[in-house]
């Protein structure tokens, strides 16, 4: 075994193939380093990237099917154009209503690839290692909710980019076309980070409750759906017995709120599936502090952990 | 010329105590897992032996911070356990007991991130583990994915992932757990290496004493949460004047007459365990053995062994206590 010759050829007398060993005196990161490290490896991590190519596969499909509406208008955006100088009537996918219509491809992307970011640590207990380095628990559930938020960003944020292409190019002056399209596009920003934020603390934070990983996604489907479907039965049961207050109950649902906070973003008039008592204003409320609550599990669960 | 060096490192890294503890205490509920500790270490490759929930793993865990002292006090390097577990944690490295590699990443990715995890640049992190996976011992197949290793190539990647940031003190929980012979000879050899060739102060967790032997030059042997003893090792493995005298049958009577004759001696099956402190011990027993007329099958001097600490952890750790009156 080449292991038991090495270790024979470090005996005393010696080897000239043998280096010896050299103590390292170069420059050491502290903490902030250490959470921009686990942040990156986390990142890569969710894209399968430095996993076998099986681990890819999820993320890139379901973020792929996400963008593929959007990535379509922007193939077809000439024939479109034509369609549309002709005077013939285009429904073309929009910025404010894209998330809308397709995000629940993003929750199952935070039920494939959420239990991957907290759960694998867990179960073959790597834990401990991260923990007895120079990084801090709470460092460690920010640095991973940082990397899975950033990856749902970029899936939001590339159809969004395709859209706007696809626009830009259905117009005959494409410089003027930007300065108008711009505009329309930008508020899509702060409307992906608030997404992504929102729907990363919600899959960590429940994730991060069993190590293993069929668990955690069951826990995350059910939660997405009955979170979804029971504040709004409560609600239109709540309507015709006249219970008024029952409306609150609506902005418990994780991704009726996100749609509405869109809409706050984009200016838009929310629509007639939302409780008229309801200003959008307040989904972009309720989302903040849903991110907020979330956060505050994920790093209440990472304070208990036992190392 | 390597020992030498080793010193000066150890000398020049480490000016005070490797550890400190005074009156150490943990204790969960009705359970004190450490009990009144008080300790003082110097570097070196320590050996921390005690039966499976002596305290081992629970004194390790206080070291590293990762659980807080009930009472007393505990300073790694100088630097205390409770306030300075940041600085702490950039100077140890730890191998736990239990498994600890995620099984789909390749051993050099995997240390790779953790020498960045503590801090070292991109570039030096892949240096260092280039390095360390040679010296413990990892070639070709630290490109493969960790789950198809063997118990003894992961030991060695968790060996690694400890000495990846070229720590000051090393903790090793249990690390020869689940090797076969051959392999935990050669996981000895390497922390024997990591201590002397590599100049790093090693304090290894065990119950198995032999193994201990092999490689430390200090000793702290901890029962329930007491120290039971804490010295070099050469002062458990000297040779002590001990002689052993085996007989077929009455080994019994051949106490009795040993000690009527002013000899303190201890039957042990078919044993007699006498102190030598004179030569005429040797006449006394070809006498008695002779007037007696017992079968004898040996007369020898013993070492003594480090279990006989815990065979009579209460008293002295020597098989008769006393000799010649």
Do not use: G, N, P, R
């Given at each position: 075994m080449s292991a038991g010759n090495r270790l024979s050829a470090s005996s005393p007398s010696g080897s000239i193939f043998d280096l010896g060993y050299r103590h390292y005196a170069g420059k050491r990161h502290g903490r902030w380093y250490a959470a921009w490290s686990l942040y990156v490896e986390s990142l890569r991590g969710v894209w399968g990237f430095g996993r076998p190519m099986s681990a890819k596969a999820a993320p890139f499909i379901l973020a792929g099917l996400y963008s593929f509406f959007a990535f379509l208008q922007l193939a077809f955006s000439s024939t479109l154009a034509n369609e549309i100088s002709s005077g013939q009537q285009v429904q073309l996918f929009a910025y404010d209503s894209y998330f809308t219509q397709f995000g629940f491809l993003l929750i199952l992307f935070c039920v494939a690839q959420a239990p991957e970011v907290v759960c694998r640590d867990q179960r073959y207990q790597v834990l401990s290692l991260y923990f007895t380095r120079a990084m801090g628990r709470a460092d460690y559930a920010l640095a991973r909710l940082a990397s899975l938020a950033t990856a749902l960003f970029l899936a939001l944020i590339v159809p969004m980019i395709a859209l706007f292409v696809g626009d830009v190019l259905m117009k005959p002056d494409t410089i003027s076309a930007i300065g108008v399209e711009l505009p329309k596009a930008l508020p899509a920003i702060p409307a992906d980070i608030l997404i992504a934020a929102s729907m990363a603390s919600i899959s960590l934070a429940l994730s991060s409750y069993s190590p293993r990983r069929a668990y955690s996604a069951i826990g995350l489907i059910a939660y997405f759906l009955l979170m979804e479907a029971v504040p709004a039965i409560i609600y239109a049961v709540a309507q015709q017995g006249g219970w008024?207050?029952?409306?609150?109950?609506?902005?418990?649902?994780p991704i009726t709120s996100l749609s509405g906070a869109t809409d706050w973003f984009f200016g838009k008039a929310l629509g007639a599936d939302y409780p008229a008592t309801l200003g959008a204003d307040t989904y972009v409320v309720a989302c903040i502090a849903s991110v907020a609550v979330f956060s505050a599990i994920l790093l209440f669960r990472y304070r208990r952990m036992a190392a | 010329m390597v020992i030498m060096g080793a010193r000066l490192h150890w000398g020049n890294r480490v000016s005070m105590a490797l550890i400190e503890t005074a009156s150490l205490t943990k204790d969960y509920g009705a359970v004190k897992a450490l009990d009144r500790l008080d300790l003082q270490v110097e570097p070196g490759i320590i050996g921390l032996v005690g039966a499976n929930g002596a305290g081992k793993s629970t004194l390790i865990k206080i070291l590293l911070g990762l659980v807080p002292p009930s009472s007393g006090r505990a300073s790694v390097l100088g630097l205390d356990v409770v306030s300075d577990t940041r600085e702490i944690r950039k100077v140890v490295g730890y191998m736990p007991e239990h498994d600890c590699l995620p099984p789909d990443v390749g051993a050099t990715e995997f240390v790779t991130h953790m020498a960045r995890i503590s801090g070292l640049p991109r570039t030096a992190a892949r240096e260092r583990t280039a390095e360390v996976l040679r010296h413990v011992g990892l070639y070709e197949e630290r490109y493969r994915q960790i789950g198809g290793y063997s118990t003894g190539m992961k030991q060695r990647v968790k060996l690694a992932q400890a000495l990846a940031h070229d720590p000051t003190l090393l903790l090793l929980d249990e690390p020869t757990n689940g090797l076969d012979p051959t392999g935990r000879d050669e996981m000895l050899d390497l922390i024997k290496r990591t201590g002397t060739d590599f100049g790093i102060s090693v304090i290894v967790a065990s119950h198995l004493l032999g193994e201990i032997e092999q490689v430390c030059t200090f000793l702290l042997a901890i029962d329930a949460g007491h120290l039971l003893k804490a010295a070099p090792i050469s002062t458990f493995t000297q040779r002590t004047p001990v002689v052993a005298v085996e007989v077929e049958e009455g080994a019994d009577r051949l106490t009795a007459a040993l000690t009527s004759r002013g000899f303190k001696a201890r039957q042990e099956e078919q044993c007699v365990l006498l102190v030598l402190e004179s030569e005429a011990l040797y006449d006394a027993v070809r006498d008695t053995v002779a007037d007696l007329g017992l079968p004898l099958v040996r007369v020898q001097q013993e070492r003594r062994r480090l279990e006989d600490i815990f065979r009579e952890p209460e008293q002295e750790p020597e098989p008769v206590a006393g000799g010649v009156q």
């Open positions: 008024t207050s029952a409306d609150k109950l609506v902005l418990l649902t | -």
